[in-house]
């Protein structure tokens, strides 16, 4: 009779039922991403951060809780993701004139040369993860992810 206390060498798969669902292919796709880029971007600067980074540099002193949502983040975590850049030197906050709770945020010369750096490779990011697709696929499947994306930011705000 075998031992049923042996632990198995091999790690079990994930269950068809759980591979069937999106939301699990969806965080498994992130999780990978992440990966990958620590490994071929940057292991400091985050997803998130060169998100706001570049979206400060295309919409200088616009106000922090506007561009959250450009950012896809929530005010809060807009604060923080902004608070940590600043800390980094890559942003500057000023306190809007006409309204002390407003933060307008703006690139330093450090966040402009940090971002251009990141920028190239995650460029070079991009082309790697759609390379499966060739040059005439990867426009549908970005069109793909896109529309998948919205229609679950639809499904999340109750729309």
Do not use: N
């Amino acid at each position: 009779m075998p031992d049923e206390t042996a632990v198995s060498e091999t790690a079990p798969q994930a269950p068809v039922a759980l591979t069937a669902a999106p939301g699990y292919q969806v965080r498994r796709l992130y999780q990978a991403y992440l990966a990958v880029w620590l490994r071929e971007v940057d292991p400091v600067l985050t997803g998130p951060q060169f998100a706001v980074l570049q979206t400060v540099q295309a919409y200088p002193g616009r106000d922090q809780s506007s561009l959250a949502s450009a950012v896809a983040l929530d005010t809060s975590t807009m604060a923080d993701v902004a608070r940590r850049l600043e800390r980094r030197q890559l942003i500057t906050r000023r306190t809007a004139a006409d309204d002390g709770r407003r933060k307008l945020l703006y690139l330093t010369e450090e966040g402009e040369k940090v971002l251009g750096e990141a920028e190239h490779r995650t460029r070079a990011l991009d082309e790697l993860l759609l390379e499966p697709f060739g040059s005439a696929g990867r426009e549908t499947v970005l069109q793909m992810i896109t529309s998948l994306a919205d229609h679950w930011v639809g499904l999340a705000s109750g729309s």
